[in-house]
Structure formats: C-alpha cells, structure tokens
C-alpha cells in the first residue's frame, strides 16, 4: 500500500465533506439563499446543515429505525426533489425566453461588469485568503502524511461511538452530544468513506472552516478589509512559547467533537454583531414591526444550536465571546424589539440541540461518564497540581484565594499573559492594548482622524481577551476552570493577534482617506508576505506539531491490506486495543494481552479461518509526542522541548520524540521471562513501557516456538525492523489449539 492509497483517501473525505457540508443544503435551500451574501451563505450550510443530520438521525435512533437505507433515502431523496424542482423552475422561467431576449442579453452585460468590477476590487483580497486557508490546511493536514494512525487516544473512543450507530445505536456509551459523529456516520452511509479515513483526514480539511469563520468575524471588527488576513496569517506563522499553546494547536488537528465545532463560537458572534448592527427604524402601532426578526438573527440561532450539538466546551466559549461583544450593545438588546426575538432565538436554539439527549434520557439512557469528568475538572485543582512554576510546599488553591487583589491581578499577570507569551511578549501586547483602550476612550469625546468610526469594533475584542486570559489562569488564582486542558488557548491566541493588529488597521484604515485603495491594496498584500518572511528571518516561525504516536506505519498498512485482501469477517488479528477500531467493521480483533494469557492454557482456539497476530519486535513508547518533521517553508522542528519539559510532569509514563527517532525498546528473553505486571486497568498493560515490552517479548517468543514447531501451518506474513506478523491458516470447523502444547 502506498502514498496513492492516502491520497485518494483524503480526496475521498474532502470530496464528501464538500458534498455533505456545502453542496447538499446548496441545492436543497437554493431558493432560499439565492440573493445572500457569501457570508450567509457559508454560516447557512456549517450550522443549519450540521443540526439537520444530528436531528435527522437521532430521531431515526431513538424510534428504533437508524437504518442505512433509510438515510439514504432521506437524503438523496430530498437532494434529487429540490434537484428536480429547481430544474423545473428554469424551465418554466425560460418558455418566454424569445419575448425576453434583448432585456436577458442587457441583464447579463450588467451583470457581467458588476462581477468583474467586484472581483478586480476584491481579487488581491480573495486569493490571500485562499492562499491562508489553503497552508492552514496544509499545514493542519501534515500529520497524517507522515503517521497514519490516529493522532489520539479519544479518536477511538469516538470511532467506537459512531460505530454505535452504523449498528443503528444511539447514544451507545451514554448521552452526549452527537453532531460530529452523526456527520461521519452520514460520510459513512451516503458516500461509503470509511469511518477511520474520515476520523483521520476531516478535521484538517474542516480548519478551513474555523478559520473562515474567524475571518468573517474579524471583517465585521476591522476597518481595513485585510486586517483580518494579517491576524490568520500571524496567527498560522508565529510561533508559540507555551505548552498549552502547543497543545490547544495541536488538537486543531485532530476530529474531535470540540475542535470541530470550534467555528460555531465566531459564528454566534458574527451574526449576533450582525443582527445587531441593523438599523432597522421601528414604526410604533405596526404589529409586523412590533419585534425585530430577521436572517441574521435565525443563523444566530442556528449557530448556537449547532454548538451544543456538537460539543458543550464550544458552547461555553460561544457564551463567552456572544458577552464580549453583547456588553457593547447593552441598550439595543434590552430593548423590546430585540430582546425577546434574542430570547426566543436562544431558547429554539437550546432546544434544537437538546431535545434529542433529553428524549434519550427520558428512555433511561445515562449521561456519558465524560460529562462527570467535565464537572470535576471545573474546580481546578488537576491544573494546580501540575503547574511546573508553583512554589512548592504551599496548596496551591488556599495560597491563591488569600491573595489580595493587587497580587490578584499580578498573578493573573504571571499565569495568564506572561505564562503563555513570555516577558518581552507579554509586555508589547499590554503596550499595545492599553495604547488602543485611550485611543478609543479618547475618540468617545472627540472623532480624531475618524477614529471612532475606525475602533468601533474594537473593544469587543479586547473585552474577550482579558476573559481568555482570566479563565485561562483562573485556577492559579482560586477560582474554577470553566474550560479545562487548555482547550481556550487556540482561539484565545488568535483574537489576542487581533488586538496586536489594531494599530495596522488604524494605519491602513487612516491611509483610506488618503490614499488611492488600489496602492493600499499592494501594500497590504506585501504585508501579508511581510509577516510570513519576517516570523522566518528573525527565528520566529511556527514549528510542527505533534501526533500522540500509538503505532507503527507498517502496521497500519498491513491492517488496511488485510481488509482489502481477505473475506469480511473471516479474519482476527491479534493486537493491541489499537487494531480493534480500525477493523471492527470488517473482521474480528483479539486483544494481545488476552492472546499471551489464553496460550498459557491447555484448550485455546480463534475460529475464523486467517489468523493474523501482530508483534512489535521494537515495543513502542506509547502515545509518545511524535513531533513531525518536513520543509522548512511549512514549519521548524522547535516544539518538542517546550511541550515536554511541562507535560512530561503530567504524562511521566510516556515521552517525546522528534522524526524519524520512535522512542521504543526491544523484545528478548529475559523480557519475556519476566511476569507480566498486573493493574487494576489492563489498559496500562499496553501503555507503560515495561509492561507492554514483557507482553510483546511472550508474544515473540511464543510464535517462534510455534513457527518452529508447526512450519506448514504458521509463516510470517510480513516483517521489518520494528513489526512481524505471522499468519496461520485454518479450517474454521477445525481451528488449531493454540494452548500450550
């Protein structure tokens, strides 16, 4: 199996992903969006879509009836009604053509110079834009090229989940929201994209809509319209000094609920701001009037119903970005033509999304035990334990909450800005923030050089940052950690580069009165180019990210051409937990552990006729830090330190690794002489190396034996330096005794 099997892979998800996310509700809502903007259109399809499926095959779920060909007929059958409908409109539109003609020929000359005009004003703007999305993904996509497995450990857990429902089970480990796997398992059953490629590629490919979504909200903060690009490219192009930076970015890679429902947050935003903005002039006495609903308000409502869907942490961070923004507009909100369509927005919203969990709850289905972990993790004493800079011998929380407010604010300092920037850092953004909070104090009194209107959006953002910064260092302080493991800091971080690019805005936005647009275009595009040459000549380009590494390459390979090659469910492969997920639709996993212990035995027998069982010749350091490595016009190879010298306090059972070293040990005789340690979790059998090393040295040992003893029945199936797999065929109505002989 080569590169091309990966390539096509990726294709296949990306392919699907555009079909399912933006095609499909396209052609379904065309009449609908026909005259929006591309703003609202692309809000319409990531939230309205999303929320649809999750309804959709929920409800299929609970009513017992999740069945593939069910969904296949629901949404093809939608997708081919609006398909036809739409035909039919342009025939009928076209029976008059000839009385028509010479006004249709005057339309489409008016047309075709406006849309000229617009992208000659806008096409210096629109291909930066594409060019940033396009190294986001690139760069978001560069794991998987270079580790095939998944890049962490809740991936499994997920797969499992979505699993559940290709078995028509929903909820099948607990209640939790469902959006992103609802949206896989529909990859799943309309395209035939296997759930593991789906897990592995889609949410480097679905960053691109974070960051478009981060975009859009920054056009409606910012004067000049390329301040934004100079934010994302920052903000894809400087490096981080933090190891919870690091580790917030190097989840963006990752499918994982949270992550891929990070866009909902700026989208809440984007049309709150939005539905906010319009000056719509109320007419007293007109019960049409009376309340102010309108299109921006229903995407609102939409994104937050998005949100819960998906994960609750996005929702929390939506609440938390709708209120920096909502302080601002005080007056408009509570206003009765606003503020009950806000409510009722809010409450339709909460109950899209909720409906389905609180149906499954009501049917006796438990909360995930997640959930409980979640609210645990609130109080904050997990990220006081590991803090690598507290004083020791001093409780952490009872030395915060003594604190009087002067050292409050100086510890919130020290955890919050100068914990994740650095001194120098941390001092320039203060600088700069403070510089913009008098300007805009200033333009309050007196409109200088146009700044009010110029800084108009500007305190939102700044609100939201010190917010960042507050729940951030929140625990170091005495109070709960609202989003834990560092989740916040992605976003936080790029809103933060927003505040730094304020005074360019000011800049360009200034020159606007001056200068003719088409000059300041050219510089602002240099600029852009500026940031990214700059961030490299001075050493503070990005590096790589990292992949929680679980297996080799080659084993991944070979579980893949095994699927391929062999009869579906007349297989089992012996192997770590690792192999179970990926195979699990398509043949049988026996666990490694269980395999060494049951060969022990006098009587042990696997049924399905190709019995493959995989052996680490070199056990691999489980969920190690593999840093990647590859073209320095991407990224440097400088994260591994920083990570670890924080996270190695936290993980001591594992390590760090930079490409191409694997950190591993070796099987031998002495190791498999050796008992097998016992925990109360069998799962850390696999992930301590000592243990995992005895375990794959019995492994070893035991299949040289049988090789030796039974040539025609046992032979490798394939080895390298690292990975043996030895293969034995059998009649399944006469399986070998594998027990001790």
Not at 32 to 38: G, S, T, V, W
Not at 171 to 176: E, H, K, N, Q
Not at 438 to 458: A, Q, T
Not at 624 to 648: C, T, V
Request: net charge positive; aromatic share 16%.
């Amino acid at each position: 199996m080569d590169t091309w099997y990966w390539v096509l892979e990726y294709s296949k998800v990306f392919v699907g992903y555009l079909l399912l996310m933006f095609v499909w509700p396209s052609v379904v809502f065309g009449k609908h969006l026909r005259e929006k903007d591309i703003v609202y259109r692309f809000g319409f399809c990531v939230t309205v879509q999303i929320v649809l499926i999750n309804i959709a095959v929920l409800r299929l779920g609970l009513f017992r009836i999740l069945k593939p060909q069910i969904v296949i007929a629901l949404f093809y059958g939608v997708f081919l009604f609006a398909l036809v409908q739409r035909i039919r409109e342009r025939r009928g539109q076209s029976a008059n053509r000839e009385k028509r003609k010479m006004k249709l020929r005057r339309r489409i000359r008016l047309w075709a110079k406006e849309l000229w005009w617009r992208f000659s004003m806008r096409a210096g703007e629109y291909s930066v834009l594409a060019v940033i999305l396009i190294f986001g993904m690139m760069y978001f996509s560069y794991g998987t090229s270079q580790v095939h497995s998944y890049g962490f450990g809740d991936s499994y857990v997920h797969h499992a989940w979505i699993h559940g429902l290709t078995e028509g089970n929903v909820f099948s480990d607990g209640v939790y929201p469902e959006g992103m796997h609802c949206f896989i398992y529909c990859m799943d059953t309309l395209f035939g994209i296997r759930v593991y490629s789906s897990l592995l590629f889609l949410q480097g490919i679905h960053v691109m809509v974070l960051l478009f979504a981060a975009y859009a909200l920054m056009r409606e903060v910012f004067h000049w319209r390329y301040t934004p690009l100079f934010v994302l490219t920052l903000f894809l192009t400087l490096d981080l000094l933090n190891a919870d930076q690091i580790y917030s970015m190097f989840r963006l890679q990752i499918t994982l609920p949270q992550e891929f429902g990070l866009h909902t947050q700026f989208l809440c935003a984007l049309f709150l701001v939005r539905y906010l903005k319009d000056e719509r002039r109320f007419v007293r006495g007109q019960s049409t009037s009376r309340y102010y609903w309108n299109d921006n308000l229903f995407l609102f409502m939409m994104s937050l119903a998005a949100s819960i869907s998906i994960h609750f942490y996005t929702t929390i961070m939506s609440f938390v970005m709708c209120v920096a923004f909502a302080v601002f507009a005080v007056k408009k909100i509570f206003t009765k033509e606003r503020f009950i369509p806000l409510a009722t927005a809010v409450i339709c919203g909460c109950l899209l999304a909720v409906l389905p969990m609180v149906s499954a709850l009501c049917s006796g289905i438990p909360f995930n035990y997640s959930i409980k972990w979640a609210v645990n993790t609130m109080d904050g004493e997990e990220t006081r334990e590991f803090d690598s800079s507290a004083d020791e011998g001093l409780k952490k929380k009872e030395k915060s909450v003594n604190l009087i407010p002067v050292k409050k604010a100086k510890k919130i300092y020290e955890k919050g800005y100068k914990a994740l920037y650095g001194e120098t850092r941390a001092k320039g953004i203060l600088c700069i923030t403070g510089a913009v909070i008098v300007l805009c104090l200033l333009s309050r009194r007196r409109n200088w050089l146009h700044f009010k209107e110029i800084s108009s959006g500007y305190p939102p953002v700044i609100l939201f940052t010190f917010l960042f910064i507050l729940i951030y260092a929140a625990p170091h302080i005495g109070l709960p950690s609202v989003i834990s493991d560092s989740r916040f800091c992605s976003v936080g971080h790029m809103m933060m580069l927003a505040v730094v690019m304020m005074p360019a805005d000011v800049l360009f936005s200034m020159l606007t009165y001056y200068c003719r647009d088409f000059l300041l275009q050219v510089c602002s595009v240099l600029s852009v180019a500026g940031i990214y040459m700059l961030t490299m000549l001075t050493g503070n380009f990005h590096g790589y990210l990292f992949y929680e590494l679980t297996r080799y390459n080659s084993t991944v390979e070979l579980t893949n051409s095994i699927i391929e090659r062999f009869p579906e469910k007349d297989f089992v492969i012996v192997a770590p937990t690792d192999e179970l997920y990926p195979v699990i639709k398509y043949g049988w996993h026996e666990e490694l552990l269980a395999f060494v212990q049951n060969t022990a035995t006098e009587n042990y027998t696997l049924s399905p006729s190709h019995v493959f069982i995989y052996v680490e010749k070199r056990p691999i350091q489980y969920a190690q830090a593999y840093f990647f490595q590859g073209p320095a016009w991407l990224a440097q190879e400088k994260y591994m330190d920083i990570y670890w010298d924080k996270y190695s306090k936290k993980y001591p059972d594992t390590g760090a690794s930079q490409a191409p070293k694997i950190t591993a040990a070796v099987v031998s005789k002495e190791e498999a002489g050796k008992e097998i340690p016992e925990y109360w979790n069998s799962w850390f059998t696999y992930t301590k190396l000592d243990s995992r090393t005895i375990l794959e040295s019995k492994a070893y040992n035991w299949c040289q034996r049988y090789l030796n003893q039974h040539p025609f029945e046992m032979n490798v199936y394939y080895e390298d330096e690292d990975f043996i797999c030895y293969y034995l065929k059998q009649e399944p109505d006469m399986p070998y005794n594998l027990g001790t002989n």
